[in-house]
């Protein structure tokens, strides 16, 4: 039996960036706030430092900021005709496990979706004719317009001390930035990261080419920066430890940094960890939830906290499972296209590009950042024509050293062995000379990539896993193979040394290879609750005080990383429960 | 080649010797690259590190040990840019790796049912890393025994070449067991071990991150990244133990 505690205001699941920008706003509007988060409590000052902070193997491969599948994975099928097996190690992607969530490990690319991105289905209509659209892309359009969302964009930008150059500024194009960006109100936070040899090389070749290279926006700060609730980020340290570690500059933007130490300091919020919510408690017939069970995982006590409003917090998979787990919503159904939780799931196309080689040129891949790219537009989205391709959306494209970190980072050129003599001669001959042009694709959602309960697989709780049904599709493979021309030719145009093989998109999707933490979908906004499970609010159609955040409510994957909508996101809920919700509670959008 | 001095099972400190380092490999005629690499300085001090711990282990029997010197000393020969894998400290990481959380199982979703699979599913065995390592040995040993007579560590330089080229192609019959991933994850947990910071008992002296020009720490280059654009950054790699 579950110990009932005191009711509070609102409950968060979850404590990375959403539940902290949600408890952060609901406590400014007067309301009690817990934050519950089923990993441990972290501090930047004690985990994320000097030296520890600079180790590959347990970071990287040892994966310490990462969810421990032991506890709860995914399984997996590539399709409704197989039986699935459960991801017993995390690789595709990397959820993340403790307080401040997957920002505490996260490379810090930080985008906006295009305008057009978030009228997909419509914008196509309207260019190319519904017959453009396959029937089983079921993409779907957002339930707001980039300009409704732009104010909280910015709002997002400035928590993070987002590091860029404006490309669309108001309405105005610059040259320098991003051309094909939606207007901005406002420059970015801080100047662009300093430029790396690697990406002047990638951006004069595509300039000359008649392309529009820019500086990645990264959540990477170019210098240091006091954020939108007064607390100071550092400058970026370009130390090649980024992703998968913690950052002991404090440059890289997560909630640690951004919010939390606001938040602790505020005696309307309560912080919880090593809380796991394991389900909602819903009242169906009055379309409410009334709070969450969870689990103290040092005790393994359960409690049911009671609250006035429930924000899903979590990743995506966490939010998933728990509609599913909790009965809210109907399951999506692939065959009869009934059903809406666990509908359009969607990931990223990568580890997509070329590596090059260059004999004459050093370039210490060891100093940078995920920001230290150029990155070229012209091929994403919908910034170019795409009558007659035969496919919808694109990449960007892009090039620049992150790190070099070297139990990864060792381009050898091809046809050489992975071991032996040779190998080592060629490791050590080409380690500075080398640099990879990327791409990162759309993926836009199809009918069988889907999301359920699996029948078999349980988790610590004993609570059934969730299956995954995904694959890439057609449009998939074609996306890629036509960007990938675009990126051999500027490569040739580069006039490298020599050029490894295109990596290319080919196969069934294999789950070992890291490939990007972009999982979305799942409980997606929409106009129509027989197609979404949340409005354009992301308030729950069947329960009008259960908000869920992030991007499991994306309808389909831009070629972008989403942390940047994500957070804009988050900031446009939270306005609208302070500014409507809370007056008048109740569904905000009738169907 | 044979040598009365030479290890074999029934006579374990002779194993162990040949673990200590390259003297005892050479007198025992096992290792010709060992001599070559006696001839670099760099290398010798490396040995003389190597000889200075014992070869005690926290998991690995003597025959595992011999099993993993002769498998990263073949992938990363001794040669005029490090010294041999073993020597190197790979044997050591590995032992580490394999007694620690992670060798255990650890952040690995373990419940049943299991079931053979496709590639692309990943890791579907009920094994630890540390009881997939022990397994995988003894098939490999039993695979070098019906095609060579012996274990994979008596093997000639050119036979554990062949051996393992054979065991990444999948060519290797080891009945039951799969052959590639076993190599995957052989050749991987070796690689881990030469470039890791040397905090975990390989990469000896840092001489993987010389050989390829990486600093190690504390990786602070807001003030470099301009200057050096184009133009080597060379200095001598520092680890974690030395902020420590």
């Known amino acids: 039996m579950a110990t009932r505690l005191k009711e509070v205001d609102a409950v968060m699941v979850g404590m990375g960036w959403t539940g902290s920008i949600l408890a952060r706003e609901l406590t400014k509007a007067g309301l009690t706030v817990v934050g519950l988060e089923r990993g441990e409590d972290l501090t930047p000052r004690e985990n994320f430092a000097l030296p520890a902070v600079?180790?590959?193997?347990?970071?990287?491969?040892?994966?310490?900021?990462?969810?421990?599948?032991?506890?709860?994975?995914?399984?997996?099928r590539h399709r409704p005709s197989e039986s699935a097996l459960p991801m017993r190690r995390f690789g595709s992607f990397l959820p993340?496990?403790?307080?401040?969530?997957?920002?505490?490990?996260?490379?810090?690319q930080h985008w906006r979706y295009l305008p057009s991105d978030h009228l997909t289905r419509s914008h196509i209509v309207e260019r190319y004719g519904a017959k453009a659209i396959p029937d089983d892309m079921t993409i779907q359009d957002w339930a707001m317009t980039y300009d409704e969302l732009e104010p909280h964009y910015d709002k997002f930008d400035k928590l993070c001390g987002v590091s860029g150059k404006a490309g669309n500024l108001r309405g105005q194009k610059i040259e320098g930035g991003n051309v094909f960006e939606g207007p901005r109100s406002n420059e970015y936070p801080t100047p662009?990261?300093?430029?790396?040899?690697?990406?002047?090389?990638?951006?004069?070749?595509?300039?000359?080419?008649?392309?529009?290279?820019?500086?990645?926006?990264?959540?990477?700060?170019?210098?240091?920066?006091?954020n939108s609730e007064g607390l100071t980020l550092g400058g970026c340290q370009y130390c090649g430890f980024c992703e998968r570690n913690g950052c002991e500059a404090n440059a890289k933007a997560g909630p640690h940094v951004c919010v939390l130490p606001v938040l602790r300091a505020d005696p309307k919020f309560t912080l919880r960890a090593r809380a796991w919510v394991s389900r909602l408690s819903y009242d169906k017939a009055a379309k409410k939830v009334t709070g969450v069970v969870f689990t103290d995982t040092r005790t393994g006590e359960e409690y049911e906290q009671p609250a006035g409003l429930v924000v899903l917090s979590a990743y995506v998979f966490g939010n998933i499972s728990l509609l599913l787990n909790s009965g809210i919503g109907e399951p999506y159904d692939p065959v009869t296209q009934k059903g809406v939780v666990g509908r359009n799931y969607c990931y990223q196309l990568s580890r997509l590009g070329?590596?090059?080689?260059?004999?004459?040129?050093?370039?210490?891949?060891?100093?940078?950042?995920?920001?230290?790219?150029?990155?070229?537009?012209?091929?994403?989205?919908?910034?170019?024509?795409?009558?007659?391709?035969?496919?919808?959306?694109?990449?960007?494209?892009?090039?620049?050293?992150?790190?070099?970190?070297?139990i990864s980072y060792r381009p050898v050129p091809?046809?050489?062995?992975?071991?032996?003599?040779?190998?080592?001669?060629?490791?050590?001959?080409?380690?500075?000379?080398?640099?990879?042009?990327?791409?990162?694709?759309?993926?836009?959602?199809?009918?069988?990539?889907?999301?359920?309960?699996?029948p078999t697989y349980k988790d610590q709780l004993g609570r059934p896993l969730l299956r995954m049904t995904y694959n890439f599709v057609e449009n998939d493979y074609k996306v890629a193979d036509y960007c990938m021309e675009v990126a051999l030719k500027i490569a040739r145009a580069m006039n490298p040394t020599m050029m490894g093989p295109p990596g290319l998109r080919r196969g069934d999707y294999n789950t070992v290879p890291y490939q990007s933490t972009h999982n979305t979908g799942g409980t997606i906004i929409g106009h129509d609750p027989k197609t979404s499970v949340v409005n354009r609010y992301l308030q729950a159609w069947d329960a009008d005080n259960l908000f869920i955040m992030g991007a499991s409510t994306f309808p389909q994957q831009p070629a972008y990383n989403p942390t940047g909508p994500v957070g804009a996101l988050a900031y446009w809920s939270a306005d609208a429960i302070v500014t409507k919700y809370l007056k008048s509670p109740g569904p905000l959008v009738h169907a | 080649m044979t040598d009365k001095n030479a290890p074999d099972d029934n006579n374990p400190i002779a194993r162990r010797n040949f673990l200590l380092g390259a003297s005892t490999a050479v007198a025992a005629g096992l290792a010709p690259t060992a001599a070559?690499?006696?001839?670099?300085?760099?290398?010798?001090?490396?040995?003389?590190?190597?000889?200075?711990?014992?070869?005690?282990?926290?998991?690995?029997?003597?025959?595992?040990?011999?099993?993993?010197a002769a498998a990263v000393d073949t992938m990363i020969p001794a040669d005029e840019l490090t010294p041999s894998g073993s020597d190197c400290g790979i044997v050591?990481?590995?032992?580490?790796?394999?007694?620690?959380?992670?060798?255990?199982?650890?952040?690995?979703?373990?419940?049943?049912?299991?079931?053979?699979?496709?590639?692309?599913?990943?890791?579907?065995?009920?094994?630890?890393?540390?009881?997939?390592?022990?397994?995988?040995?003894?098939?490999?040993?039993?695979?070098?025994?019906?095609?060579y007579g012996k274990d994979f560590d008596r093997l000639a330089a050119n036979e554990r070449e062949d051996a393992l080229k054979a065991l990444e192609q999948g060519k290797a019959e080891l009945g039951d067991f799969d052959a590639k991933p076993f190599f995957e994850a052989l050749l991987h947990i070796a690689m881990e071990g030469f470039f890791a910071d040397p905090i975990y008992g390989g990469n000896r002296n840092k001489v993987a991150w010389k050989m390829v020009g990486f600093p190690g720490l504390p990786a602070v280059y807001s003030h470099l990244i301009e200057q050096y654009r184009n133009k080597r950054y060379v200095v001598e790699p520092q680890s974690i133990a030395d902020f420590s």
């Open chain 1, 54 to 76: 600079r180790d590959e193997l347990r970071y990287s491969y040892r994966l310490e900021l990462i969810q421990d599948p032991a506890l709860e994975t995914v399984t997996f």
């Open chain 1, 96 to 108: 993340g496990n403790s307080v401040g969530g997957a920002a505490n490990h996260w490379g810090g």
């Open chain 1, 192 to 226: 662009p990261l300093i430029m790396c040899e690697s990406g002047l090389m990638f951006a004069k070749v595509a300039k000359e080419l008649g392309y529009h290279p820019f500086p990645q926006p990264a959540s990477n700060a170019s210098r240091a920066y006091t």
């Open chain 1, 354 to 406: 070329v590596t090059l080689f260059f004999e004459d040129k050093v370039f210490n891949p060891f100093m940078g950042s995920p920001g230290t790219q150029m990155v070229m537009d012209d091929f994403d989205g919908d910034n170019f024509d795409h009558g007659g391709l035969g496919f919808l959306g694109g990449c960007k494209i892009q090039l620049g050293h992150a790190d070099g970190r070297p």
């Open chain 1, 414 to 454: 091809p046809g050489t062995p992975r071991w032996g003599s040779t190998w080592k001669k060629a490791t050590a001959k080409w380690y500075q000379h080398a640099a990879r042009i990327t791409l990162s694709g759309s993926n836009y959602a199809s009918r069988y990539n889907y999301i359920d309960l699996d």
């Open chain 2, 36 to 68: 070559a690499q006696a001839q670099q300085p760099a290398a010798a001090a490396a040995a003389d590190a190597a000889g200075s711990e014992p070869a005690t282990y926290l998991t690995l029997t003597q025959a595992e040990a011999a099993f993993f």
């Open chain 2, 92 to 147: 050591t990481f590995i032992d580490r790796q394999l007694a620690s959380a992670w060798g255990g199982g650890a952040k690995m979703y373990r419940n049943g049912p299991f079931r053979k699979a496709k590639p692309e599913y990943g890791y579907q065995l009920p094994l630890t890393p540390r009881q997939f390592f022990a397994v995988g040995i003894v098939a490999t040993n039993a695979w070098t025994h019906k095609v």
